[in-house]
């Protein structure tokens, strides 16, 4: 109430203080169209003048007593408010909301003019205070993403849905204001062009539904590698917003893909593999079929000298000999009953050297087996974590381990198997052309 006799008597002071400067010009023998015009100038003037004084008072007071405040305090959500620069929209919604106030009284003269002029006036509010929560919402999001619950969530996805939000309210205040009906009138004719404008921002609502369910099952975070070849894309989630997903890939490459593609493609998160603190090796030794054979009691006496193996030769030959005694097997025929073979033998070795390799991880699936055999030998794959999931850590551990069997292998008479080359090809060649000659 007091307020509104302040602003009712700075208006009867304004007009009296306009209605004097232009009986004054009318003394001075101008039309009255003109001195309403020089009024109006005159207090115009002033009215930037003023408003010129009110703006370097606020910035003033906004860049050195508040700004040396909030640098002194030791919390960082005032230094968030600061780089969003809430206190420039703040500063800027008060010239505005002072000029809605003041402006309109200059031009008494021109009553269709101060219409028009109170709407632009409010329509420039609008946007202040769009600009002004607009900086709040900025200030949240980084309050949040500072802290370790939220570092991981698609908070620039929330941050669109209420930008989008501002702008669909300030629009429909905006064309209320224009026309000068109410803005519910404006929303129940929206309605009917509901179908066109769910087509124009479509990709925005998907992105959207996409952003909240990747969000509630938590299905992506920034900062998880993700695998989508059909994308191209292989790295880490750099950014996830309203409308797509940015992808650094290990080649530095940037990609970026929309957000309902989460949704509807499928795509590879190792996460999993990274939380479990190993990362698979999966690959195979393909063995020469025809080098494949039974061992000797010789063969597996010098065999015996390797300290990894001496254990299971021992445990395996006890397990033999009982079964053979048992079923009075004929150990001429080697086919005969249970024996060692090559192959067997350096499994059991592959196995006891992953079990004493300081770098495999011995709490998740260790397993040396044999797949199918095919036209390129019997694949003899090693399936196994390492202990740590670097991608230098995990290349360097998996290479030590098959550098040392490819090198131990010969010593089970066992051969990798390779097509053959040219060299070979020549060599057999001129072996049959010496043969012959």
Do not use: C
């Amino acid at each position: 109430m007091e307020k509104t006799n302040i602003i009712n008597t700075t208006e009867q002071t304004t007009s009296q203080i306009y209605q004097w400067t232009f009986e004054l010009a009318k003394t001075a023998g101008v039309q009255d169209r003109i001195a309403h015009i020089l009024t109006s100038a005159g207090f115009l003037i002033v009215a930037f003048i003023l408003l010129a004084l009110l703006d370097f008072l606020l910035k003033s007071f906004f860049n050195s007593i508040v700004t040396r405040l909030i640098k002194k305090t030791k919390s960082n959500w005032d230094d968030y408010l600061l780089d969003n620069k809430v206190h420039v929209h703040l500063s800027r919604l008060i010239l505005i909301a002072v000029s809605q106030q003041f402006l309109p009284l200059i031009f008494v003269g021109f009553p269709s003019f101060v219409t028009a002029l109170d709407k632009f006036l409010s329509i420039l509010v609008i946007f202040a205070v769009y600009g002004l929560v607009n900086s709040v919402l900025k200030t949240a999001r980084d309050i949040l993403r500072s802290s370790m619950a939220f570092v991981d969530k698609p908070l620039d996805s929330y941050l669109q849905v209420f930008q989008i939000f501002l702008i669909f309210v300030v629009g429909t205040l905006i064309v209320s204001i224009l026309t000068g009906n109410s803005p519910w009138s404006f929303l129940v004719s929206l309605g009917a062009a509901s179908a066109i404008l769910m087509l124009v921002f479509k990709d925005t609502i998907l992105g959207f539904v996409a952003s909240i369910q990747v969000s509630a099952n938590d299905s992506v975070r920034v900062g998880d590698w993700i695998e989508m070849p059909k994308y191209g894309v292989d790295g880490d989630v750099l950014q996830i917003n309203l409308n797509n997903v940015s992808v650094q890939n290990w080649d530095k490459t940037i990609v970026t893909i929309p957000t309902y593609t989460l949704l509807s493609d499928s795509f590879k998160n190792y996460r999993g593999m990274q939380e479990s603190g190993g990362r698979r090796i999966k690959r195979a030794i393909h063995i020469k079929i025809s080098t494949i054979r039974y061992m000797d009691n010789s063969e597996i006496e010098e065999l015996r000298k390797i300290a990894l193996l001496a254990p299971y030769i021992a445990q395996r030959e006890e397990e033999i000999k009982k079964y053979n005694n048992e079923h009075n097997v004929d150990e001429e025929v080697l086919v005969n009953g249970r024996r060692m073979t090559n192959v067997g033998l350096f499994r059991a070795y592959i196995k006891a050297y992953a079990l004493h390799n300081p770098n495999i991880h011995q709490g998740l699936t260790l397993l040396v087996r044999q797949l199918d055999p095919t036209e390129n030998g019997l694949p003899l794959e090693l399936y196994m974590f390492t202990k740590g999931t670097e991608w230098a850590f995990f290349e360097d551990v998996m290479s030590d381990i098959f550098d040392h069997l490819f090198a131990a292998i010969k010593y089970f008479d066992l051969e990798v198997f390779e097509l053959p080359a040219s060299d070979d090809l020549r060599h057999l060649l001129d072996k049959r052309v010496q043969e012959i000659q």
